[in-house]
């Protein structure tokens, strides 16, 4: 079947203006990050009339990532302060950091959203360690870090990504897309400064293939463990 003739008003690729209308409204009405397979089901739904045909050309004329292309094109001619933001393999719409310090007085969160620096400090550990075990956390930290591994939990920026094979089979834990939402991240690549995080024991082990005469003396002074005035509750996660 030919290409299909882009409508008089299509825009310069040659996507149709409700197109880019629907899938403006599905990133802006979706609590959750929009995945490419999700955008190409609202904005290509498999007919059930006799255009089935017509509208599945259309649907692999125009790929969802050239949609959300053209989304962007169309949101700045308009100069609208919003733009499509990656979030893993999925994409939800933000507004611009032009505006973000106007916005910053009207951000509310949740009270029982709200993360300490204790809680903070565990995920993360967890973001640059992943698959980590409470242990390790606990043994960095110096501190007890059930409670702050069950609240993230709660908030689901951290999950269970399976068991080590140790007795007991003991929980490994990594982030969520929500961590990767919350913190505008496209990626765990995206990650900052992820060296700061080497443990104690790793951190001798670079020392001592940098200096592989040194046989005595004390080890590299490892880190202090945070100070964490939140009562620990000595139960396992």
């Known amino acids: 079947m030919p ?3 882009p409508p008089a008003d299509a825009t310069p690729l040659g996507i149709p203006p409700d197109r880019l209308r629907l899938l403006f409204a599905l990133l802006f009405s979706s609590p959750e990050p929009v995945s490419l397979d999700r955008i190409r089901e609202v904005l290509y739904p498999r007919a059930r009339t ?5 509208a599945d050309a259309e649907a692999e004329q125009f790929s969802p990532r050239a949609h959300l ?3 962007e094109r169309w949101m700045s001619e308009r100069e609208l302060p919003l733009v499509v933001q990656p979030v893993g393999k999925a994409w939800r719409l933000l507004t611009s950091e032009d505006v973000a310090e106007a916005l910053e007085s009207v951000r509310k969160q949740a009270e029982q959203e709200r993360l300490g620096p204790a809680a ?3 995920l993360a550990l967890v973001a640059y360690r992943q698959p980590v075990l409470k242990a390790d956390v ?3 930290r110096g501190v007890k870090s059930g409670p702050h591994l069950r609240h993230l939990l709660d908030l689901r920026l951290v999950r269970i990504v399976g068991r080590a094979a140790l007795p007991g ?3 490994l834990y990594g982030t969520t897309r929500e961590f990767l939402d919350r913190f505008g991240l496209e990626s765990l690549r995206d990650l900052p400064e992820a060296g700061r995080l080497t443990a104690p024991a790793e951190q001798l082990a ?3 293939s940098e200096d592989p005469d040194r046989t005595g003396g004390s080890p590299p002074e490892a880190p202090e ?5 939140t009562t620990e509750s000595p139960s396992a996660v």
């Open 69 to 71: 292309d053209e989304l």
């Open 138 to 140: 606990d043994a960095i």
């Open 120 to 122: 903070l400090e565990v």
């Open 3 to 5: 290409p299909l003739s």
């Open 225 to 229: 463990p945070a100070q964490d005035s």
């Open 206 to 208: 670079e020392a001592m």
């Open 169 to 171: 089979r003991p929980f």
């Open 50 to 54: 006799a255009e089935e045909g017509d």
